[in-house]
């Protein structure tokens, strides 16, 4: 199965979860009426490979979450790369030394607009977003709307300053429409 396959399964399973799932954000009178997520269409322009800069002093962030309460994640490294020849570069975080994913909260000019007012996310996990050869491919095209965008009940992390982009990625899940 190729990476476009793999986005278009991701997509349709994300769905059905949040239609049927009893673990799903949507609350229940937001389920019934549910028809899915709103993407914006595959592009391969938005996905990169791309090393890691692992920072060499790990600095613990505290980042605020919807609910007033700090979230403490390490600096762990930072990517760097262009889109229509604009150089961008994003922070990717840990929740601890040992943890093989990394969270790369990121805003954008797309948002409020197109796509969450509070940014997106994307996690990248070793066992598959990284290659053989120690990159890691970060695939805007995998970005998803925070739980909060659906339901108020859930805390989310806010964007660090750091990862705001000047630039839109018309890539990954648009605003949720209820």
Known sequence: MGWIEEIEEMRRNKDIF???????PLP???????????YY??????R???????????????????????REYIRWGEFRFEVDGKKCKLQAYKDSPDDTRLFVPFRDRTNGEE???????????????KTPD?????????A??????????????FVPPENWLDIPIYAGEKKFDE
Do not use: M
């Open 41 to 46: 269409p595959i592009d391969p322009k938005y």
């Open 144 to 157: 998803y709307n925070p739980w909060c965008a659906y339901n108020s009940n859930y805390a989310c992390p």
């Open 18 to 24: 949040f239609k049927e799932d009893s673990r799903s």
């Open 28 to 38: 229940p009178d937001k389920k019934k009426a549910f028809k899915g997520l709103n």
């Open 115 to 129: 796509t969450y007012g509070a940014g997106r996310y994307i996690d990248l996990h070793e066992e598959t977003d």
């Open 134 to 142: 120690g990159k890691w491919i970060l695939d805007f095209n995998k």
């Open 48 to 70: 990169f490979v791309l090393p890691l800069h692992e920072h060499g002093e790990r600095e613990t962030l505290r980042i605020l979450d919807t609910a007033g309460f700090e």
